[in-house]
């Protein structure tokens, strides 16, 4: 099939919501083998996309936390590092401008995965 083309969409915020999500994918992941898996389906008027990782993933009951400004999981990267509270309050808000919606599902030791929509403009 032919491959799709992103038209009509904010590519400057997207790339920022696939940066994020991508990096956190691979920062918060201590196995020897870090995967990243994205999807991609058309859904006139909106694109969906699904990032997949095998990461640290996090108890489901935390998912709301994940998306609040300066809110943290009180984890540390594969550096060390604790995380800002930034990033994925950023995406979420990036999501938003661009007229979808963003939500997670996560299993503590297996992984997460962030789903979202845009809305072509």
Request: proline content about 6%; cysteine-free; charged content about 25%.
């Amino acid at each position: 099939p032919e491959p799709t083309l992103l038209q009509n969409v904010n590519k400057a915020a997207l790339t920022q919501v696939f940066l994020n999500l991508i990096s956190n994918g691979l920062k918060y992941n201590n196995k020897p083998v870090r995967k990243i898996e994205i999807e991609f389906e058309d859904q006139d008027p909106f694109y969906f996309f699904k990032i997949i990782d095998n990461g640290e993933g996090f108890p489901e009951d935390q998912a709301d936390k994940i998306f609040e400004l300066f809110s943290t999981l009180d984890t540390v990267d594969r550096d060390g590092n604790p995380g800002s509270g930034i990033g994925l309050a950023t995406v979420q808000k990036l999501v938003k401008s661009m007229g979808g919606s963003i939500k997670v599902e996560s299993t503590p030791g297996k992984g997460s995965s962030f789903s979202f929509t845009i809305q072509r403009l």
